[in-house]
C-alpha cells in the first residue's frame, strides 16, 4: 500500500486533478469536500499527509488545523495548506497555526507533487 | 517650511521664514496686528486687495499666498518634495523647498507638470489604499474573487494535465475535457460579474454603498450648513430632504431625518448668530463656548462642525457609539478617515468613550505620507433614552481641528485605521498594514 493523502478541497474538479497526479505518483488518494466533518474524517483516514484548502464551507481550514495541532495523536501530521490568498501575512498566519507547507492557487502540477514527496519524506 | 492649504498658513509661513514680526507685516499691510492675528489662524478670509498688500509685504507673488489653481501648483510641489524627503536615502539630494518660488517663476512648465504628477501619484495611492480596503471587507468582491481563482485553478492542473499526460485513459481525458469546458464557462461568468460589479460600484464610486454614506455625502454637499434650519420657523424635515439625490435608500432617508431633528434642537440651543459672537471673542475652544452658551459640550461640538464656510477654521468631527463603530464623519483636510473597518485605537475619540464625561484634549499626529498635526477634542456621553430601566447609550464625539502654533505639546502618533497606517511598531496595531515599510 503507498503513502495515504487525505485531501480536503470542496472544489470537484481541483479535488479531480490533484487525485489524478496523485494517484499517478503512486499515492492512495481520499479526498473529502467539507470543512464541518472534516476532523472526523481526519481521525479516520489517518493519512501520511494532509492536502487542506482554507476557503471551505462548515469551517475554515485553519480552523481545523488549529484544532489538529492541539490533538497529540495528529500534532505531527504534515499537512499543506493551500489558499486563494498569497500575501505575507496570509503565509505567516498559516505557518503559526502549523502548517507544514504553504501553497498558493492557481498551482503548478508539479509543484504539488514535489511538495507532498517532500512532506512524505520528513 | 511646513505644508498647508490655507492663505493665512502661508502668511504666517512665509513671515516666519523671512524673519518678519507680526506687527511690522501688519501695519506695511495697512491692518492691526489682531487682525493679521486672525488671518494668519485662518480665522479670517484674505480679500483680494488685502492680499495683494499681504503679498507685497512679504515679496512673494501673491499666487505663492492664494488659495485656488495657483496655489494648487506650490501645494503640489511641497507635498511632492515632502514625500521625496520622507522617502529619501542617506546622501541623496534634498529639492530645495525654499526655493520653490523661485522654481515656479523659473520653471513654471516644469513646476506644474511635477505638480500633476503628485496629484496623479496621490490619487493612485488613495485608489490603492481604498480597494485593498474594499477587498478586506467586501464579501461580494471576495466572493468573486474566489470564484474566479477557484476556475483558474481548475483550468490550470487540468489544461496541463491534458498537455503533458500522453498515456492518459480515454475515461479520464473525457472527464478533464468536460471539467476543462465548465470551467472555461465558470471563469467566464465569474468574470463577467465581477466586472459589472466593478463597473457598478464604480460609478458608485462617490461611494454611496451604505446609508451613513448617502447622508455623508448629502451633507458635504452642503458643506454641513443647513441654513434652512437656522430659522425660527424652519420648514418641516421631510422638505428638506425630499428629491435629494444622494440619500436614494428609506435608511439613508431616515438617518438625514435624524440628523435634522437634532440640528434642528442645536440650532436652537445655540442660535447662530449669537454663537458666531461668542466664537469670534473665545476661538473655537469648546469648553469656553460651552460655558459663555450654557451647554453642554456635545452640542457644541456639532455646532462648530456645521458653521456656514469661512466662519471657523476647518472643522472635522467623528462620533462614535459604544461599540466603537462611526456613526458619523466629517472630514477635515489632511485627517484621513476610514471608510470600511475600525477606526484608529488612539484617536483620542475612543479615550473619550472610556471615560464618559471627561473632557480630553490632545494634540495628534495623523500618520501619512507627510504626516499631519490637528488639535483635537474628545467628549462622550451617557444617555438613558429607555429611562431608568432602558440600556444607557454612550456616543462620544471629537472635533478635528488645525493644529495649535506652538510646536511645544506631545503629539499622540495616529492614523486612520491599521490597514493603511505606515506606523509598523505601533503597540496598538490589531492587523498588519497593507503599506510596506514601516515610519
Same mark, same amino acid.
Given at each position: 500500500m503507498g503513502r495515504r493523502v487525505l485531501l480536503i478541497e470542496d472544489e470537484p474538479?481541483?479535488?479531480? %486533478? #490533484?487525485?489524478?497526479?496523485?494517484?499517478?505518483d503512486g499515492w492512495t488518494v481520499a479526498s473529502h469536500g467539507d470543512g464541518s466533518?472534516?476532523?472526523?474524517? #481526519?481521525?479516520?483516514?489517518?493519512?501520511?499527509?494532509?492536502?487542506?484548502?482554507?476557503?471551505?464551507? @462548515?469551517?475554515? @481550514?485553519?480552523?481545523?488545523? @488549529?484544532?489538529?495541532? %492541539?490533538?497529540?495523536?495528529?500534532?505531527?501530521?504534515?499537512?499543506?495548506v493551500l489558499s486563494a490568498r498569497s500575501r505575507q501575512e496570509d503565509r505567516d498566519m498559516a505557518a503559526e497555526i502549523g502548517a507544514s507547507h504553504f501553497m498558493t492557487k492557481p498551482f503548478g502540477n508539479a509543484e504539488i507533487v514535489a511538495a507532498l514527496r517532500q512532506m512524505a519524506q520528513t | 517650511m511646513p505644508r498647508s492649504a490655507l492663505t493665512g498658513t502661508r502668511v504666517r509661513e512665509r513671515r516666519l521664514l523671512i524673519g518678519m514680526k507680526q506687527a511690522d507685516l501688519a501695519r506695511a499691510a495697512g491692518i492691526s496686528p489682531?487682525?493679521?492675528?486672525?488671518? !494668519? /489662524?485662518?480665522? *479670517? $478670509?484674505?480679500?483680494?486687495? &488685502?492680499?495683494?498688500?499681504?503679498?507685497?509685504a512679504l515679496g512673494v507673488e501673491e499666487t505663492a499666498l492664494? !488659495?485656488?489653481?495657483?496655489?494648487?501648483?506650490?501645494?503640489?510641489?511641497r507635498e511632492a518634495a515632502a514625500g521625496l524627503v520622507s522617502g529619501a536615502s542617506a546622501g541623496e539630494a534634498e529639492p530645495e523647498i525654499g526655493r520653490i518660488d523661485e522654481f515656479v517663476s523659473r520653471f513654471p512648465g516644469w513646476a506644474a507638470l511635477v505638480a500633476v504628477q503628485q496629484g496623479r501619484v496621490a490619487s493612485l495611492e488613495r485608489s490603492v489604499e481604498a480597494l485593498n480596503e474594499r477587498m478586506a471587507h467586501d464579501p461580494f468582491l471576495s466572493a468573486s474573487l474566489h470564484e474566479v481563482v477557484s476556475a483558474v485553478t481548475s483550468l490550470r492542473s487540468t489544461a496541463a494535465i491534458l498537455a503533458e499526460t500522453e498515456d492518459i485513459a480515454p475515461d479520464w481525458r473525457e472527464r478533464f475535457h468536460a471539467n476543462v469546458f465548465e470551467d472555461s464557462i465558470r471563469l467566464s461568468e465569474a468574470a463577467a460579474a465581477l466586472v459589472a460589479y466593478l463597473d457598478s460600484s464604480k460609478e458608485a464610486e462617490t461611494g454611496l454603498s451604505s446609508p451613513q454614506e448617502e447622508v455623508e455625502a448629502w451633507l458635504a454637499r452642503a458643506q454641513h450648513h443647513l441654513a434652512a434650519l437656522e430659522r425660527g420657523t424652519a420648514p418641516p424635515g421631510e422638505s428638506l430632504i425630499a428629491g435629494v439625490p444622494e440619500l436614494a435608500s428609506g435608511a439613508a432617508r431616515k438617518l438625514a431625518l435624524a440628523h435634522i431633528a437634532r440640528y434642528r434642537a442645536d440650532a436652537v440651543a445655540l442660535p447662530l448668530e449669537r454663537f458666531a459672537r461668542v466664537l469670534e471673542e473665545e476661538g473655537p475652544d469648546p469648553a469656553a463656548l460651552a460655558r459663555r452658551m450654557g451647554t453642554g459640550l456635545a452640542p457644541v461640538f456639532r455646532r462648530l462642525a456645521s458653521l456656514p464656510e469661512g466662519m471657523a477654521p476647518p472643522v472635522g468631527l467623528v462620533a462614535c457609539d459604544a461599540s466603537g463603530t462611526l456613526t458619523f464623519r466629517k472630514p477635515a483636510?489632511?485627517?484621513?478617515?476610514?471608510? /470600511?473597518?475600525?477606526?484608529?485605537? &488612539?484617536?483620542?475619540?475612543?479615550?473619550?468613550?472610556?471615560?464618559? =464625561?471627561?473632557?480630553? $484634549?490632545?494634540?495628534? !499626529? =495623523?500618520?501619512? *505620507?507627510?504626516?499631519?498635526?490637528?488639535?483635537?477634542?474628545?467628549?462622550? !456621553?451617557? *444617555? /438613558?433614552?429607555g429611562g431608568f430601566d432602558g440600556p444607557q447609550v454612550v456616543e462620544a464625539q471629537m472635533l478635528i481641528l488645525p493644529p495649535p502654533e506652538q510646536r511645544g505639546e506631545v503629539e499622540r502618533p495616529i492614523g486612520a485605521s491599521c490597514r493603511i497606517c505606515p506606523r509598523a511598531d505601533c503597540a496598538a496595531r490589531r492587523e498588519p498594514s497593507i503599506l510596506a515599510g514601516g515610519e
Open positions: 474538479h481541483i479535488a479531480e %486533478a #490533484i487525485r489524478f497526479l496523485l494517484t499517478r466533518d472534516a476532523m472526523d474524517v #481526519i481521525r479516520r483516514e489517518v493519512p501520511d499527509v494532509l492536502v487542506l484548502d482554507v476557503k471551505l464551507p @462548515g469551517r475554515s @481550514g485553519y480552523d481545523i488545523l @488549529g484544532e489538529l495541532r %492541539a490533538d497529540p495523536t495528529l500534532a505531527a501530521l504534515p499537512v499543506l | 489682531a487682525y493679521l492675528n486672525l488671518i !494668519e /489662524h485662518n480665522r *479670517r $478670509r484674505v480679500g483680494a486687495e &488685502l492680499l495683494a498688500a499681504l503679498a507685497g492664494a !488659495e485656488g489653481a495657483e496655489s494648487a501648483l506650490f501645494e503640489g510641489l483636510p489632511g485627517f484621513a478617515l476610514p471608510r /470600511h473597518g475600525a477606526a484608529c485605537p &488612539l484617536w483620542p475619540l475612543y479615550e473619550a468613550l472610556a471615560r464618559p =464625561m471627561v473632557p480630553i $484634549r490632545a494634540v495628534v !499626529e =495623523m500618520a501619512g *505620507r507627510v504626516p499631519q498635526r490637528f488639535l483635537t477634542y474628545a467628549f462622550s !456621553e451617557p *444617555r /438613558h433614552p
